[in-house]
């Protein structure tokens, strides 16, 4: 009887030191529901997580786990996608709607299992369904190992900045099904908030602008996610310099800059020190364009917070605005920055670039038109867009559940390597014809472990060529080479950086330009590829890629959770109900 509780105590103990080695786990519930917001003199009713716009931050430390139980108390169905996480074996919590799983109904509740393995820094989480994520978004914290810490000197304290989209419309969801009904183009935002707030240059925000305080000396860890719906931003704040020292979940090297541009979904890591006289400065940001001059109805707005010193003093009638942050147009800045981050690449955070490639993939990005007939049988033109001419169409079914189930007819394992036919992709006056696409449910299958190299072409398909932020779901890779006009598969690789790529989870395929990446295919499962640009990701810019079962049960695909929201509650959001009339012969 007296060895049972020694026992007892023994595999308590073990258990907790298990727990210490895998990491720790954690619990959120985030609760779903509408509430009134008011900006720019209006007010309105949005979906949000926690009654908080930006939502909960989720803290970590590398290698935890975390259960969040979302409950929908809304008016429509949602899924959340954790943004960066490579979810090792678990695409089941990834997220996305209808391709890992389909939307969680209102009045129900699901429970994700969030597993953290080799991230570190800042990531986050957004709503995956329809334009939900306008306002079902949150930033992810996730610091080192005790043992580790920092590759650089501990900062004092952190400040974390969400930049993101606002919109006057009550419902920008029921916006954009209106406009991918009838073809037309998708809405623009009204303005940039930063944390939630448009700033001093807008009526009725003043009382309402973020202020981040600081005290002289102090040195600061900047996080910034980027949530805009669809724009790169630069960022700058007034006299500070900024050190750059980390990337969508991954270490850089340190570079000092007055600037940045971020582009929608990546996250950035940033050192600021607290130098100058005691003042108010502004933190700013603006979308950097990158289509041609001539379409100007892009949001102009200059979004900003308040960087302003603790201690007794008089500060000036109006802070000062950074002199220092690019222009809307300015593409050289934002190839000058981007062109500047590489991975640390040291024995603490070495790199594994792979070299033995085993399969090769070049494919087009393409602003299209997509000509359908409706219910009554006329024919209508629509905006699309499409990777290598495959216009995405979800299925009814998630694709995961439908792979896992081995059932038929859902999707095609026909995603191709190279674009159906080949033509000066960055020229100018394209022929008409090459603006056609198709549309179609088709996957890439990867068999477990190969060694990927996909190259991005821009193009200036319908004279509509610009920069695309491209996500990559359950996996980060390296950005080996970037460039622009056509890629030449001869000369370019030749200049690949093998040695300190950057690790990224989003990249931006610069207009009229190309950029290569490599990965390694370790994760199994069904995992998403599309722009971040949600305008595109509507028309269709996304695909799916499988990743085999690696033959043993630790490289295999874990076993589906208990409960997976069922597929039999409609989006708000659906592909136009037309038949596609692209490659159709005529009676």
């Not at 895998?22 to 926690?50: I, P, Q, W």
């Not at 603490?348 to 049988?377: Q, S």
């Not at 033959?551 to 069922?566: D, F, L, N, V």
Request: hydrophobic share 35%; with cysteine; aromatic share 12%.
């Amino acid at each position: 009887m007296c060895m049972y509780p020694r026992f007892l105590g023994t595999l308590l103990l073990s258990v907790a030191l298990l727990c210490i080695v895998e990491g720790r786990v954690h619990y959120y519930d985030f609760v779903l529901k509408e509430a009134n917001f008011t900006r720019l003199c209006s007010t309105k009713s949005m979906l949000v997580v926690n009654d908080s716009f930006p939502g909960p931050t989720i803290r970590v430390q590398k290698g935890d786990t975390v259960y969040v139980n979302v409950q929908n108390q809304g008016d429509y169905g949602v899924t959340i996608h954790w943004h960066g996480v490579h979810q090792p074996r678990n695409p089941w919590s990834d997220g996305p709607e209808y391709i890992t799983q389909c939307p969680i109904e209102p009045g129900a509740n699901f429970t994700y299992e969030v597993i953290f393995s080799d991230e570190e820094g800042t990531l986050w989480w957004h709503a995956h369904s329809d334009w939900t994520r306008s306002s079902v978004h949150g930033a992810i914290v996730v610091m080192p190992l005790n043992e580790t810490g920092f590759p650089f000197p501990e900062p004092d304290e952190e400040e974390i900045i969400i930049l993101g989209s606002w919109y006057v419309d009550d419902d920008v969801n029921e916006v954009v099904a209106e406009a991918l009904e009838d073809g037309s183009d998708l809405p623009r935002s009204d303005c940039y908030t930063i944390n939630g707030q448009p700033g001093d240059f807008f009526a009725c925000s003043n009382e309402t602008t973020h202020r981040w305080q600081v005290e002289y000396g102090k040195t600061y860890l900047l996080r910034m996610v980027n949530a805009a719906m669809n724009a790169e931003l630069y960022f700058s704040i007034a006299e500070h310099s900024l050190i750059v020292v980390g990337m969508d979940g991954s270490y850089v090297k340190p570079i000092v800059t007055d600037f940045i541009m971020i582009c929608p979904g990546q996250t950035m890591d940033m050192l600021v020190t607290a130098n100058q006289s005691h003042g108010r400065f502004y933190m700013a940001a603006r979308q950097y364009d990158s289509v041609r001059p001539d379409v100007t109805d892009y949001d102009k707005s200059n979004v900003t917070a308040i960087l302003e010193y603790k201690g007794d003093y008089t500060p000036p009638a109006r802070p000062i605005f950074p002199s220092k942050l690019p222009t809307y147009e300015d593409l050289v800045s934002a190839v000058y920055f981007s062109s500047r981050i590489k991975s640390l690449a040291n024995s603490d955070h070495p790199i594994d670039v792979p070299v033995n490639i085993t399969t090769r993939m070049y494919i087009t990005a393409e602003m299209n038109t997509i000509t359908f007939v409706n219910d009554t049988g006329d024919e209508t033109s629509g905006l699309g867009s499409s990777l290598n001419n495959v216009s995405w169409v979800n299925p009814s079914t998630d694709v995961l559940l439908a792979y896992y189930r081995n059932m038929s007819g859902l999707y095609t394992e026909d995603f191709p390597d190279f674009p159906p036919f080949f033509f000066d992709f960055v020229g100018e006056d394209l022929p008409d014809n090459v603006a056609a696409t198709t549309q179609g449910t088709r996957v890439k299958v990867l068999e477990y472990n190969e060694e990927v190299e996909i190259v991005f072409q821009g193009t200036n398909v319908n004279y509509a060529s610009e920069d695309h932020p491209m996500h990559m779901h359950g996996y980060s890779f390296y950005i080996v080479g970037t460039g622009f006009g056509n890629f030449d598969n001869e000369t370019d690789p030749k200049e690949y950086n093998l040695l300190d790529p950057p690790k990224v989870n989003t990249v931006s395929l610069p207009k009229k330009g190309w950029v290569a990446i490599r990965f390694k295919a370790s994760n199994p499962g069904v995992w998403f590829w599309h722009c971040h640009m949600d305008r595109h990701l509507s028309w269709g810019m996304n695909t799916v890629m499988i990743v085999k079962d690696g033959g043993t049960p630790e490289t295999s695909i874990r076993e589906p959770p208990s409960y997976m929201p069922p597929c039999n509650y409609a989006s708000k959001i659906k592909l136009r109900p037309f038949h596609h009339t692209v490659g159709r012969k005529s009676k």
